[in-house]
Nanobody
Framework: QVQLVEFGGGLVQPGGSLTLSCAAS????????MGWYRQAPGKQRELVAT???????NYADSVKGRFTVSRDNAKNLEYLQMSSLRPEDTAVYYC???????????????WGQGTQVTVSS
C-alpha cells in the first residue's frame, strides 16, 4: 500500500526554474533517506540529490548551486527546486525513498513513476 508519486514536471526555457514534488503515502512507519534521480534518453539513470531524515543533503556536481532538495517530514513530502535550467537537464526525474512500512513490518526502496522535465527554447 506504500506509494511514491512525483509531479510538477513540464516544459521550461533555458535559464528558467521549476519545482518538483514527491509524495509518499500508505501505511508508513518512517521515511528515511529520500532522493531524486534522472534519466535522459540513451543514458543511464543518475543521482541528482539526496536528503536524509535529519536534513543532510548531497548533490551531483552538475547541479550544485542550481538545485535544492528539501523535505517536509510531517507530510512525507520531498521537493526539488531547480533554477538556471539547462538543456542538458532534460530527463525523466524519479523520486526515490527508503521507507519502513507500518504493516507489514518491512523496509525497502520505493520509486515514483517519473515526471518529464524538458528544457528547451
Amino acid at each position: 500500500q506504500v506509494q511514491l508519486v512525483e509531479f510538477g514536471g513540464g516544459l521550461v526555457q533555458p535559464g528558467g526554474s521549476l519545482t518538483l514534488s514527491c509524495a509518499a503515502s500508505g501505511r508508513i512507519f518512517r521515511v528515511y533517506t529520500m532522493g531524486w534521480y534522472r534519466q535522459a534518453p540513451g543514458k543511464q539513470r543518475e543521482l541528482v540529490a539526496t536528503i536524509t531524515s535529519d536534513g543532510t543533503t548531497n548533490y551531483a556536481d552538475s547541479v550544485k548551486g542550481r538545485f535544492t532538495v528539501s523535505r517536509d517530514n510531517a507530510k512525507n513530502l520531498e521537493y526539488l527546486q531547480m533554477s538556471s535550467l539547462r538543456p542538458e537537464d532534460t530527463a525523466v526525474y524519479y523520486c526515490n525513498a527508503a521507507i519502513r512500512s507500518a504493516f507489514p513490518d518491512s523496509a525497502r526502496d520505493y520509486w515514483g513513476q517519473g515526471t518529464q522535465v524538458t528544457v528547451s527554447s
